[in-house]
Every structure is written in structure tokens, then in C-alpha cells.
Antibody, heavy 119, light 108 residues
């Protein structure tokens, strides 16, 4: 059974940093592309970042480019999101989401971790 | 950026009735469209990909159609567990994936 479990969320002040983690199990993590998707309270879904299976190809949404860094450790079956220079508008539930081989939609999602940026 | 527009924002339907949700893309996304269901406090769940292919374990009462810029998700006979928010997502414009704003299906 595919499982994605996020952690690392919490309350942080504007301008602060936070590192999210996503622990994967139930599939060969190193073979799959992964993403982070976020959802502000009461709002819709916003794609944040993508990383290829090897980690060699990375993309970001314009809203986080230059502030967020996605990475992965295939030996630890883990995905990460380093978030710096956080703003109030980054407040959201952050989901890690798996992409099936050869496709670009999201077939499995974690339960999410809440990041609140507030003073 | 491809803008996805869903309508209506809220759909009030009685159990057992048919629900039809629409999603429009600002430019063609071919058949590279997915639908997700999200219940309160839960992560989104994949329902449909490739505009019309049901994901594993999704009941047959869910069906998707369309291509290009106009898409439809139909729930043939609403069950109590189907009341939720539904999102469409285009994945044609890689890697700038975009979602619609969602349609809430509520009990009438």
C-alpha cells in the first residue's frame, strides 16, 4: 500500500524558515517523480514544486521560486521542502504527491502538514 | 499559465440524483486532465485521469468526458459519500500544472 506521510509543519514568523519532510513507503520511491502541492485555508489547490526520480530535474511555481528548495533522498525514501523567507501567503496545508510513471497527474497524496506564517 | 475554470461553484443535489460538473481550460489541454475529490480534513483523491479513465478503485458512477478546453465530470447517482469538493487539474502544460477553483457538491 502506497503511503506518504508529511511532517515538519508548524507556526513560523514571517521571514523565517521551515523544512518539510515526506516519508514514502509501499512503492519503489527512487523510480517516481514527486511533487509538493499546497492548499491555503478554505482555498483551492496550488502546485508548488516538482522533482524528477533522480533529483536532477526540478521546477518551482513562480510564487515560491528563489525561496523554496525541493530535494529527495532515495536511500531514505524521503522527499523534502526547504522553505525560506516565508510570507503570510505561504500559510497552507502542504501535501506531497506522487506522479505515476509516464504521466503527470498525482495518483497518491499524503495527509498534509499545516504551515502557518504569522507573527 | 493555463487557467482552469470550474462551474458551478456549488451544486446542490439530492441523493440518487445525477450531478454534472464542468471544467473549462483557457487553452487546449488535449486530454491531459484529471479530476480529484476532496472531503473536509482529507487529502485529495484521484478520480479520473486522461479526461475519462477512472483511477483504480473508483466506482463506475463516476465518469469523465471532454477534450481540448471543455470537460465534464458526471456522478450518475449521488451517494452520501460523494458530497465533497471536486477539482479539475490540467497536466498538459508541463511543468506548470494548474487546478480549477473547485466545485462543492452539497446535499439538497
Amino acid at each position: 500500500e502506497v503511503q506518504l506521510v508529511e511532517s515538519g509543519g508548524g507556526l513560523v514568523q514571517p521571514g523565517g524558515s521551515l523544512r518539510l519532510s515526506c516519508a514514502a513507503s509501499g512503492f519503489t520511491f527512487s523510480s517516481y517523480e514527486m511533487n509538493w502541492v499546497r492548499q491555503a485555508p478554505g482555498k483551492g489547490l496550488e502546485w508548488v514544486s516538482y522533482i524528477s526520480s533522480s533529483g536532477s530535474t526540478i521546477y518551482y511555481a513562480d510564487s515560491v521560486k528563489g525561496r523554496f528548495t525541493i530535494s529527495r533522498d532515495n536511500a531514505k525514501n524521503s522527499l523534502y521542502l526547504q522553505m525560506n523567507s516565508l510570507r503570510a501567503e505561504d500559510t497552507a496545508v502542504y501535501y506531497c504527491a506522487k506522479t505515476p510513471l509516464g504521466w503527470d497527474y498525482f495518483d497518491y497524496w499524503g495527509q498534509g502538514t499545516l504551515v502557518t506564517v504569522s507573527s | 499559465e493555463i487557467v482552469m475554470t470550474q462551474s458551478p461553484a456549488t451544486l446542490s443535489v439530492s441523493p440518487g440524483e445525477r450531478a454534472t460538473l464542468s471544467c473549462r481550460a483557457s487553452q487546449s489541454v488535449s486530454s491531459n486532465l484529471a479530476w480529484y475529490q476532496q472531503k473536509p480534513g482529507q487529502a485529495p483523491r484521484l478520480l479520473i485521469y486522461g479526461a475519462s479513465t477512472r483511477a483504480t478503485g473508483i466506482p463506475a458512477r463516476f465518469s469523465g468526458s471532454g477534450s481540448g478546453t471543455e470537460f465534464t465530470l458526471t456522478i450518475s447517482s449521488l451517494q452520501s459519500e460523494d458530497f465533497a469538493v471536486y477539482y479539475c487539474q490540467q497536466y498538459n502544460n508541463w511543468p506548470q500544472w494548474t487546478f480549477g477553483q473547485g466545485t462543492k457538491v452539497e446535499i439538497k
